[in-house]
């Protein structure tokens, strides 16, 4: 698992990995890429004179050969500080380098830098990517607006009684209700597809396949778990989470259309919640809140559900995009739209 960086180093993938599960996002790690196996991947990694690792990134890319063209995306990436322009400066002399191996027309990225910090926004604009701040909700790959618990240093007891008491109320209602809430290996994959399918359909979003979860559990390897909720038998809610970093991200969820009053969403949040501090994690992650400023859309219901939770939203900063070929990119986008496809990348939770 050893590619040749120009630095003249061995880059080994398990000390890429290391880093990157120390300072990233999981979708900047070796398992993600395992989890979009229809994309190619490319590492980089930068490292001060010394060996040590200042810097990486995980490199997805789309080709399209109709174009003989690609198109790169990073998600979550790179993995660096951000403030400095040095090592962004090294780590995009690799992108260009993988830009003219693929002949890509375009490169996006969304770090993980929140929207006020100008100086990170600024040094990756001083390098020449287009900053898109314009783009909100479902215009952005991965969603800009999450809601974030911090955790660390925090017992368990600690964590529940910051909750909003209706949201104590409902957890324990769903308890007295016979609703049992645990994690399971992927066995209950058809139990998680069968509520995935009510969900999509209810909410009206595409969905992945089941043999999709099973490589992301199996890809993680343990990072991610498939926890369910169940009455008398039946199946009520079910999440996939990853625990990566030091947080806990809900990554994918779904409900029954049936006995709802029975609360099992609480329940479930709580039970990754509990385990995420027992594990040692300083943040839960509850994911997207596209659109919580907005008391008229209709997901608005779902900021007002994680917020009972006792936690902030938090802005990134958004997308940044790199053109190399403008004319291959009015050509793509062309053809994107001829053939009805979404400008979406299949990444992360839009995935």
Known sequence: MNKKTKEGLSMSLENFEKFCDKNGNFMQSVNWAKVKNSWNAEYIEVCDKNGNIEGTMLVLVKKIPFLKTAMLYAPRGPVCDMHNKGVLERIFEKLCEIAKKYNAY????????DERDIYAINNLRSLGFEYHPERVGYDNVQCRENYILDISGKSTDEVFAGFKSKWRYNIRLAQRKGVVCDFYEDDKLDDFEALM??????????????????????????????????????????????????????????????????????????????????????????????????????????????????????????????????????????????KGLSAKISAGNSA
């Not at 969900?199 to 498939?226: C, H, I, P, Q, V």
């Not at 008229?296 to 790199?322: L, T």
Request: glycine share 8%; charged share 25%; hydrophobic share 35%.
């Open 197 to 338: 399918k009510q969900t999509s359909a209810r909410d009206g979003f595409d969905m992945r396949s089941k043999e999709y979860f099973r490589n992301l559990l199996k890809s993680f390897d343990g990072k991610a778990k498939l926890c369910m909720c169940y009455a008398d038998g039946v199946a009520l809610s079910g999440a996939l989470c990853i625990e990566y970093a030091g947080t806990m991200s809900y990554v994918y969820g779904c409900s029954s259309n049936e006995m709802r009053n029975y609360m099992p969403n609480y329940l479930m949040q709580w039970t990754m919640i509990k385990r995420a501090v027992e594990d040692g994690c300083h943040t839960y992650d509850f994911c997207g809140i596209p659109y919580w400023y907005d008391m008229e859309h209709k997901n608005f219901g779902v900021y007002k559900f994680k917020q009972g939770f006792n936690g902030q939203v938090k802005v990134w900063a958004g997308e940044f995009d790199y053109v190399f070929r403008a004319g291959l990119k009015r050509c793509a986008d062309i053809m994107m739209q001829i």
């Open 106 to 113: 375009l490169l996006k990225i969304d770090p993980l830098i």
